[in-house]
T-cell receptor, first 115, second 114 residues
């Protein structure tokens, strides 16, 4: 069974640009979450999508957005990039939440560097 | 953002030693998860815990869901060099409104000397 696939793995952007990251979840998983990982803040929840709807959102500015397609694939976008947006962006897929099904499986991440 | 208190932050041990790390929170969680992350990779799920008091093993790893639902610990027995990495605890909130959202600890960096 293929795992969570994220593309691109690495990218470099300059301040003010925008970026789109892609995530393909494990087959059969319909919930996709995004996390930002930085040395200073650790792993922080960005948002979660299920059935093409945003179900949950973390405390990030509106420059961070996402969407989910009918095949459960998801994209996240960051506009007007700032230096502080440099981070590893992780996508996780899971079954829709029900008691006893809380396991999230992560991709390898997209390493974004903003210059 | 909210984080769990995970300790210790780092550990330096000899191969063959046992390791213990724990997480505490001011909030209760429905689920506790333990992950391991290698450099440049995403976190890999090690153990999932769903009931207060639950004790679960996965090979040399053992984890427990605290009775108060506000803490969890992970033990690694007879450590080996490939155990090197960062270990994260993560708590999942109560109720469907929390969805799959995880709150992560700060991580424990484990170094194993051969």
């Amino acid at each position: 069974k293929a795992g969570v696939t994220q593309t691109p793995r690495y990218l470099i952007k300059t301040r003010g640009q925008q970026v789109t990251l892609s995530c393909s979840p494990i087959s059969g998983h319909r919930s996709v979450s995004w996390y930002q990982q930085t040395p200073g803040q650790g792993l922080q929840f960005l948002f979660e999508y299920f059935s093409e709807t945003q179900r949950n959102k973390g405390n990030f500015p509106g420059r961070f957005s996402g969407r989910q397609f009918s095949n459960s694939r998801s994209e996240m976008n960051v506009s007007t990039l700032e230096l502080g947006d440099s981070a590893l962006y992780l996508c996780a897929s899971s079954l829709p939440w029900t008691p006893g099904t809380g396991e999230l499986f992560f991709g390898e991440g997209s390493r974004l560097t903003v210059l | 953002g909210q984080q769990l208190n995970q300790s210790p932050q780092s550990m330096f041990i000899q191969e063959g030693e046992d390791v213990s790390m724990n997480c505490t929170s001011s909030s209760i969680f429905n689920t506790w998860l333990w992950y391991k992350q290698d450099p440049g990779e995403g976190p890999v799920l090690l153990i999932a815990l769903y009931k207060a008091g639950e004790l679960t093993s996965n090979g040399r790893l053992t984890a427990q869901f605290g009775i108060t639902r506000k803490d969890s610990f992970l033990n690694i027995s007879a450590s080996i060099p490939s155990d090197v990495g960062i270990y994260f605890c993560a708590g999942q909130g109560v109720g469907e409104t929390s969805g799959s959202r995880l709150t992560f600890g700060e991580g424990t960096q484990l170094t194993v000397n051969p």
